[in-house]
Each structure stands twice: as C-alpha cells, then as structure tokens.
C-alpha cells in the first residue's frame, strides 16, 4: 500500500504565502501523476494543480499565476507553493497519486487533508 502524508497548512493573512509538501511512503515502484486538490465547506472537492511525470503542469484558472506545483521525484513527494493566497483560498487541500506499486499495479491514493485558512 500506499500512503501518502501532507504537512504545511495554517492560518495566513491575506496576500501572504504558504508551501504545502505531500510525501509518499509505502511499497512504490514509481509515481505517475501528483497533484493538489481542495474542498472549501458547501463545495465540491475541486482541481487545484498537477504535474505529471514528465514534469508537465495545469493549474485552476484561479490559482494561475498565484501558486506552482513541483515534484522531487528521489523523495516521491510533492510541493504546492501558494502565494497572494486570497479569503476564499481557504480550504481543505488534498493531495492525490497515480503510484505504481509493482510493473503492472497501479492505484490512485488521497492523503488526509491540511487546513489552509486565510483570514485578516
């Protein structure tokens, strides 16, 4: 199995700045897509940015230009860097694999969540 585990949320004013980091620990062979995911109350859990294995990326149209998602492949983790974070950034962000645990298995894990919240 795969698991994976988010650290870095907290409570940011606005226009200020926070890195999340989700590292994946587990029988791995490799690690396909990573990306960040978030779900503000009364709303749908929604795309925030992926980066696939070629290093490619997307964004939501409204975190473009704000916040860039990065990988360290050696670390099988993955890196959401957010900045001129907005009140309505605030959210619970996921983090979600596409991993290979063995050549032919292959599997979509979640981490658990961290709160991100931005207030004055």
């Known amino acids: 199995q795969v698991q994976l585990m988010e650290s870095g949320g907290g409570l940011v004013q606005p226009g200020g700045s926070l890195s999340l980091s989700c590292a994946a620990s587990?029988?791995?062979?490799?690690?396909?897509?990573m990306g960040w995911y978030r779900q503000a109350p009364g709303k749908q859990r929604e795309l925030v940015a992926q980066t696939n294995s070629g290093g490619a990326t997307n964004y939501a149209d409204s975190v473009k230009g704000r916040f860039t998602i990065s990988r360290l492949n050696a670390k099988n983790t993955t890196y959401l860097q957010m900045n001129s974070l907005k009140p309505e950034d605030t959210a619970v962000y996921y983090c979600?694999?596409?991993?290979?645990?063995?050549?032919?298995?292959?599997?979509?894990?979640w981490g658990q969540g961290t709160q991100v919240t931005v207030s004055s």
């Open positions: 587990g029988s791995i062979f490799t690690i396909n897509a």
């Open positions: 979600k694999m596409y991993a290979y645990t063995t050549p032919f298995a292959f599997g979509e894990y």
